[in-house]
């Protein structure tokens, strides 16, 4: 079975503190998506990235940056300078191709505070 | 207006009512889904769709009914709802490919006294 797990439940650094979130997965699959959502205390879930099972390659955008690593089954994501802003609940998810639906196992969420 | 639109936002009710949450969305997308939020616990799927003829359970589907009334629409059911289903639910949208994001809608918030 497919699972997703964010060990991290809370967060909590002071404002321009780089912060990691980490993100491991199990999949028996050879082709998967990794995706990254945002959860802010409005409630919406806003999508950050996807990443394929074929593409480790690092991904910066911002202030944010992602690192896929298929050897240790983790996609962890950075925030560099964090901002009051960033504060959110954060879910990392994984694509599950089976039946032809792809379906979403997300992981449990870590809850990051940054504080002013 | 927004892809993916539920309503109500906000719903509190009484145990043992039967409720519905719907969900529309404009992005054409035939595969919707409903997942469930609980503190603690990330996203759990409930149902799924592939198209209006093609209705699947996910992981938690006990307690819960849905109905797809056209490619745009997507309700879910509470047939006699109780305290543990408060919850926030989302409703959600992608395309056929693999790999395609999801679109969700901004959720409901249900709560059963």
């Not at chain 2, 992981?59 to 879910?76: C, H, N, T, W």
């Not at chain 2, 992608?94 to 969700?104: K, R």
């Amino acid at each position: 079975a497919q699972k997703v797990t964010q060990a991290q439940t809370e967060i909590s650094v002071v404002e321009k503190e780089d912060v990691t979130l980490d993100c491991v997965y199990e999949t028996r699959d050879t082709t998967y998506y990794l995706f990254w959502y945002k959860q802010p205390p409005s409630g919406e879930l806003v999508f950050l990235i996807r990443r394929n099972s074929f593409d480790e390659q690092n991904e910066i955008s911002g202030r944010y940056s992602w690192n896929f690593q298929k050897s240790t089954s983790s996609f962890n994501f950075t925030i560099t300078a964090s901002q009051v802003v960033d504060s959110a609940v954060y879910f990392c998810a994984l694509s599950e191709a089976r039946q032809g639906a792809q379906k979403l196992v997300f992981g449990q969420g870590t809850r990051l505070t940054i504080n002013p | 207006d927004a892809d993916v639109t539920q309503t109500p936002r906000n719903r509190i009710t009484k145990t043992g009512k039967r409720i519905m949450l719907e969900c529309s969305q404009t992005k054409g997308h035939d595969r919707m889904y409903w997942y469930r939020q609980d503190p603690g616990l990330g996203l759990q799927l409930i149902y799924y769709s592939f198209d209006v003829k093609d209705i699947n359970k996910g992981e938690i589907s006990d307690g819960y009914s849905v109905s797809r009334q056209a490619q745009a629409k997507f309700s879910l059911s509470l047939e006699s709802a109780i305290p543990n289903q408060t919850a926030l639910y989302f409703c959600a949208t992608s395309d056929p490919g693999q790999g395609a994001g999801y679109t969700f809608g901004s959720g409901t918030r249900l709560t059963v006294v």
